[in-house]
């Protein structure tokens, strides 16, 4: 008797499983018959040391989308967002392959490691998909390996170090002083730590030393202590993900109060840290405390959905979506080499900032503010957000945002024939 | 001397890093002598532990959450040993590790789920805060206090592995288990109270070090393989030979860190490297047979 009721449950199940397969399968084609939805597809890594940033980024992806379908699609076409993760460069170059090959996407926006990014570029390249990098940083992504089909909405290596660059010179720290660092090991840290070293000793810093740091290491306390041997008047953090976090907390366990700044860096960071081990100065892209309507917009809408608080790598794929999508409404094409041209003319697109930015022909990089935040003192932190406070816009209102870009002579991208 | 106190220092530092390995080995090492499974979840129940201690904390305090959240986990320890990991004790070694990835897998997904992908703030207690001054030797005193707590837990466990009744008998499951079985004793209880106190050590060492380290869901995956070196050098089965191994791997870390800070990581595997060359079944390896 057992062994029927558990074959005929079986079978049951079976059936079941058939019937819904059956069903999943058959609705699509139904709802999407009348007009082809425009599908998008958004990687971005998961897991690992990268992985707690590209969870804001695929939210906030799912956001736009979501916000764009509700206010009538693209051209009155539905927007499809395909998700993939991409745990290292090998399977971010499948997946991406696998995105444009089979699921016929008309963009790919996401990722947030350099070395992916580099992979991807290959894919969209050979294969002519646009391609707008959300989150990798490297240098060389916007030099010598810039592709015709790959955007930056993520500042670059040198934006981020002249835009904290001019806090630090403002407050001392650089001409004639010590500075010491600390690089993630792969190809964004060591892109970073070129490029500091270049801004560094153009305004008269002395390298104390540097220090590979591996991706995966938890424990800094080998580094503190040579740290706290080299006396420097300031320590630079080349680091990623949660490496900075456990930096953080330790350099503070530690007791060690030469000033930090970092030349890159995520605010999820800096809350994984908190209130009393986040400190120093750090450039970032974006914030939640930047006071215009549209981040304020952004800000409420992310709160409503995911009910925890955006940051900056959220901001970059949530605009990135919007900027797709304006791109295609403004050229009425889904033609990848026309939307290209339209960037390429020098297209204005709204990132939530006071001024508008725009993609730089020359290289791909958008054009636009950035800030400096510093943490504040622990008695004016009154929640576990709000733990830093921001420099105005760099470069200000009278400036070119071309002012902290890297120019031809640091960083030239020629393209090779598309 | 003034040189020697950085050397020092790193070699001190080394030791202490030695220890949050040594927690998770130990578990590892019993779990592999009695039961044969090489448990690739054992990251996961210390990231748990972590985890448990950032929401105890609130409500029982830090030295509330540094006992109770060890217990918590040793009770989802027993519930996985009872229900999973038993069926696997005699089955070709490959399922059991799977079985234990595809645990890993799970209970990082979850941890995502219930908490969300970023690393969430915790600081260490303010009664720990604070550096100990010897001399030109500076050190942070909340690690020393972590070395204490290690050394009573290595300790106890010795204690109970070769002074009790119960520690007889798991040495003696380790050795023969068909002369145990043939004793008339089963072995099925010891290997859930085993599974219990190796998880239960991962989650201290996972409480310990969430106020120094993010606490995120991949936590886990970040330190299970230095504990896996520290077991592959000390050698299976054995227990000294895990607490040397993590004593000699923190050392090795210390002086590498020292003299050439790039290769800090990559020294352990060297060591590694040459150990398995001169010794293949580690320092103080063991033949090692499992029971049914």
Known sequence: ?418 | MPDLIPLLSQILNGLLAGSYYLMIALGLSMIFSLGGIVNLAHGAFYAIGAYLAVTLADRIGFGGALVVSPLIVAVIGMIVERFLLRRFYTADPILGLLLTFGLAMVAEQTLRILYGAAPIPFSIPQALRGQVFLGDFVYSRYRLVTLGITALAVLGLWILLTKTAFGKVVRAGVQNPDMVGALGISLKPYMTAVVMIGVGLAALAGVLIAPIAGVHPAMGQEIITFAFVVVVIGGLGSFWGVVAAAAIVGMTRGVAAHFYPAATEASVYLLMVLVLLTRPRGLFGERIQKFE
Request: net charge neutral; hydrophobic share 40%; proline share 4%.
């Open chain 1, 1 to 418: 008797m057992p062994l029927d009721t558990s074959l005929s449950r079986r079978t049951l199940i079976k059936a079941t499983a058939g019937a819904t397969a059956l069903g999943t399968l058959g609705a699509p084609a139904i709802s999407y018959a009348q007009a082809e939805a425009i599908k998008i597809g958004h990687i971005t890594p998961r897991t690992g040391f990268l992985g707690p940033l590209g969870e804001y980024a695929a939210q906030a992806a799912q956001l736009a989308a979501e916000e764009i379908n509700a206010s009538g699609g693209i051209m009155g076409r539905k927007l499809e967002l395909i998700l993939d993760d991409s745990p290292n460069p090998q399977q971010a170059s499948a997946k991406a392959e696998r995105l444009v090959q089979r699921d016929k996407i008309v963009a790919l926006l996401g990722e947030i490691s350099s070395a992916s990014a580099l992979a991807i570029a290959q894919v969209v390249q050979r294969e002519k998909v646009l391609f707008i990098n959300t989150g990798a940083n490297s240098d060389a992504l916007r030099g010598s390996d810039c592709q015709k089909f790959m955007f930056h909405i993520e500042a670059q290596n040198s934006m981020y170090v002249k835009a904290v660059g001019r806090s630090l010179i403002r407050d001392g720290l650089v001409t004639g002083k010590k500075w010491y660092s600390l690089t993630a090991d792969y190809a964004f840290g060591h892109d970073l730590l070129n490029v500091a070293k270049r801004y560094m000793a153009a305004n008269g810093g002395n390298h104390a030393g540097d220090d590979l740091i591996p991706t995966d290491l938890a424990d800094f306390s080998p580094f503190l202590l040579k740290i706290r041997q080299a006396r420097p008047d300031v320590v630079c953090l080349n680091l990623a993900g949660t490496q900075i976090t456990n930096f953080l907390k330790q350099y503070v366990e530690f007791g060690l109060t030469f000033p930090v700044a970092g030349f890159g860096f995520d605010t999820a960071l800096a809350w994984g840290a908190g209130k009393g081990n986040f400190g120093g100065t750090w450039p970032v892209v974006w914030h939640h405390l930047i006071d215009t309507p549209g981040s304020k917009a952004f800000v409420t809408g992310f709160q409503k959905k995911w009910n925890r608080m955006p940051e900056n790598q959220a901001w970059g794929d949530y605009c990135s979506m919007k900027v797709v999508a304006q791109a295609i409404t403004e050229t009425k094409s889904t033609d990848p080499m026309k939307i290209v041209e339209h960037f390429e003319k020098g297209a204005k697109f709204d990132l939530l900032k006071t001024r508008e930015g725009y993609f730089r022909a020359k290289d791909h990089q958008m054009m636009m503010e950035m800030y400096a935040i510093t943490a504040l003192p622990a008695a004016q932190i009154k929640n576990q957000y709000d733990i830093f406070s921001s420099s105005p816009p760099v470069p200000a209102a009278n400036e070119s945002l071309e002012v902290i870009a890297a120019t031809d002579d640091e960083n030239k991208c020629t393209f090779r024939s598309a």
